[in-house]
Structure formats: C-alpha cells, structure tokens
C-alpha cells in the first residue's frame, strides 16, 4: 500500500483508485459489453485493464495529492459539524460571550488588511492563527459548559453522607456485604475525588478564556498602530499553544477517572461525562 509520507499518515491509495466512480464506469460497461457479446473476452480483457490501472494510478503524485486533499476536505467537513454542535449546545450567554471574542477578531482582521503586500504573507499567517483560536475558544466554552452542569447536578454532601454511613455499619454487616460495600466506598471516594478535579478544571477554563479574551483585545488595541504582522502572528501562534495545553490538561485530569474498580457479580457506577469537547455560525470561518 502507498504511503503518504508527507503527512505521515497511512493512505490506501488503491483502494481510493478503485473506489473512483469513474472506475465503477468502465468496469460496468465492460460488464454490459460482455453479458451483451455473450463473450468472456471482454471481462479478461477488462480485468487485465484494472489492474493496469491499479499498478499505475495509486503511484501517481498527482492522484496521491487529489486522495489528500480529499481526505483534508471531509476532515474539516467533520471538524465543523462538531463545532457547530458544540456552538448550539452552549447556553445563550456563552454564545454572546463567543460573539465578541469574534468581535474583536474582525477588528484585527480589518485593521491588517491595511498592511503592504509584502506584509500579506504574515497577514495569512494570522488568518490561520485566529481562525485556530476561535475553534479551540468554543471548545473551551462548551468543556466549561459541561463542567458547570456537572457541578450543579452533583451533590457532593450527599455523596459523603453516603459514604460515613457504609464506614458506620461496617462492622455490623455481614463478611459478604463488607465486600461489597468495601467497593461502594472506594467507589464513592472516587467520586468525591473526581467532583473535585472538576471544580479545579473549571477554574483552569475560565482562566484560559479568560486569558483569550484579554490578550485578543491588546493584540487588537496595538494593531490600530503597530506594523509588524510577524509580531502579532507570534503573539497570537503563543495564544493557541496556550489554548491547546490548556485543553490537554483537561484531558489528562479527566482520564485519572477512566477506571472504576469492578464489583463481583455488580456493575460499577457510571462514569460521569465532563470532559473537553466539538456550530452553524451565521457568518463565522471555520478551519482547521
């Protein structure tokens, strides 16, 4: 199978070559040719033909650039569609609060569009960069988004009462229940645990929006009179970065939570969902 040593991902170009409609063409009308000569040459024909075809075209660059570029298309078509179902879930609030981060964003944009020609190419740069930035902001919104709706369907009292009275009937309850609610326990201390990291992850979300918001107005307050796009590019490419992390750090704490100890002969407590997440915008660009 060829391989896309470019992007470093492994592509089947045959299998994309036969899947070509254009292919299904010709080897149906080599069918029809034959059912109609009631001959089986044709077929033999066809067959050595195909594979031809398929020895040659998989190899060619120029297929293996179109095959990409298609892979490239459906993953942004994909991208987006997660996007806007995260847009749509958030709360009307936090949708406002997306509006003027894009606000802003505008405002830069129009006020580099200014710029020399010979400025253009880090103008792009920063077209690429803001356009990262809005899809790792709603991401952030909709990841503070279930976070909150976490916390305010989980009653973490309750959870300890619960628990202090499993360790107050310990010692009354038979071996086979102590097993059991030996289990209960770890279980609901994970829990506990977990309402706790979610709280902290709420607060390391906030903060990066937060952050997005204030360094996007100064970027936009210093392009009124700053000239150097390649200066604002490297301040908006260290925004995502910091974006990125943040979300991975949200991934990270959450998977601590990923394994609930099994009980004999029960099934364990679900998981609860809070992790980061993925908007028909009216008028917004996605991109990846």
């Known amino acids: 199978m060829p391989r896309d040593d470019s992007t470093g991902s492994d592509i089947n170009y045959v299998k994309e070559a036969a899947r070509l409609q254009y292919n299904w063409i010709a080897l149906a009308g080599i069918a029809g040719f034959a059912l109609v000569s009631g001959s ?3 077929l033999l024909l066809g067959a050595g033909l195909e594979l031809m075809y398929l020895s040659v075209v998989p190899h060619n660059p120029r297929f ?5 570029s298609w892979k490239y298309a459906e993953e942004k078509r994909l991208n987006d569609q997660r996007l806007n179902a995260m847009y749509r879930e958030i709360p009307e609030e936090m949708r406002v609060r997306y509006a003027k981060v894009d606000t802003v964003c505008n405002a830069i944009r ?4 200014r710029l020399s020609s010979t400025s253009q190419i880090f103008a792009e740069q920063m077209e690429d960069r803001l356009q990262g930035l809005l899809q790792g902001y709603v991401r952030l919104l909709h990841a503070a988004w279930q976070h909150r709706e976490y916390l305010r369907t989980t009653d973490p009292n309750a959870v300890q009462r619960e628990l202090a009275n499993l360790e107050k009937s310990h010692d009354s309850d038979t071996p086979k229940v102590q097993e059991i609610n030996l289990k209960r326990v770890e279980i609901l201390n994970k829990r506990i645990e977990k309402f ?5 992850n709420c607060a390391v979300i906030d903060a990066q929006c937060a952050a997005v918001e204030d360094v996007l107005g100064l970027i936009k307050d210093q392009s009124v009179t ?3 796009p390649q200066q604002l590019s490297e301040h908006l490419e260290g925004l995502v970065k910091d974006v990125e992390q943040t979300e991975e750090t949200v991934r990270e704490m959450e998977n601590i939570f990923t394994n609930v100890p099994e009980m004999n002969g029960i099934a364990p407590l679900p998981e609860d969902t809070g992790g980061s997440g993925g908007m028909t915008f009216p008028r917004n660009r996605m991109r990846n």
Do not use: F, G, T
């Open 64 to 68: 293996q650039r179109l095959v990409r």
């Open 196 to 200: 706790h990291k979610i709280q902290e």
């Open 226 to 228: 700053m000239r150097d």
């Open 40 to 42: 089986a040459l044709p």
């Open 110 to 113: 129009q006020n580099y569009s």
